[in-house]
C-alpha cells in the first residue's frame, strides 16, 4: 500500500464541494487514514510550496493557498500516488481527460481544486507535513 497526500484547495472549499470531491476519492478504492481542515498561512504555504519557489507561479500560488480553509487527506491505496494523479488530472482543467476531478470541478491551471503527491516519497513527506503518526488511522484497526 502506498501513501498520497490530497489537499482539497481553497477552491474547493469555497464551493462547496468537499463532499463532491471526497466522493469520488473514495469510489477510486481511497483509505482516508485522516484529514482535517486548515487554513495555511502565507509562511505555512511558502513552506510547504518551497520546492516551487525559483518558479514564476510561486506567489500566486502561495497567496492562492493561503486566501481561504483547505482539507488535507492523507489517503492509501496500492498503487496510490499514480491512480490518484490519473484520477484528478492535468493540472490544467482545460487539458485534464474528460472525468477527472479537475475537468469536472476546476477553474484553472491556478484554482484547480486538488493537489496530489507526485511520488511516493513526497507523498510521505508531504503527509508529515499536515499530520503526526497519531493522526494516521487506519480504518481496519478496532
Known amino acids: 500500500m ?4 490530497a489537499i482539497l484547495k481553497p477552491d474547493c472549499v469555497g464551493a462547496n464541494k468537499i463532499g463532491k470531491v471526497v466522493e469520488r476519492i473514495e ?6 487514514l485522516s484529514m482535517k481542515m486548515v487554513r495555511l498561512t502565507k509562511e505555512t504555504a511558502g ?14 500560488l502561495v497567496q492562492f493557498m493561503s486566501s481561504g480553509k483547505c482539507v ?20 490544467d482543467p482545460a487539458e485534464a481527460d ?7 470541478f476546476a477553474e484553472s ?3 484547480n481544486i486538488v493537489h496530489g503527491s507526485d511520488s ?23
Open 47 to 60: 513552506e510547504f510550496y518551497a520546492v516551487h519557489n525559483e518558479r514564476p507561479f510561486f506567489t500566486d
Open 72 to 91: 488535507p487527506m492523507a489517503l492509501t491505496k496500492k498503487n496510490a500516488v499514480a491512480d490518484f494523479r490519473k484520477l484528478i488530472g492535468a493540472t
Open 2 to 5: 502506498e501513501l498520497t497526500l
Open 120 to 142: 511516493v516519497a513526497n507523498g510521505k513527506l508531504e503527509i508529515g507535513f499536515f499530520f503526526s503518526e497519531k493522526e494516521l488511522v487506519e480504518n481496519n484497526l478496532a
Open 27 to 32: 469510489a477510486a478504492g481511497y483509505q482516508i
Open 109 to 111: 491551471k491556478q484554482n
Open 98 to 104: 474528460q472525468g477527472t476531478i479537475r475537468r469536472d
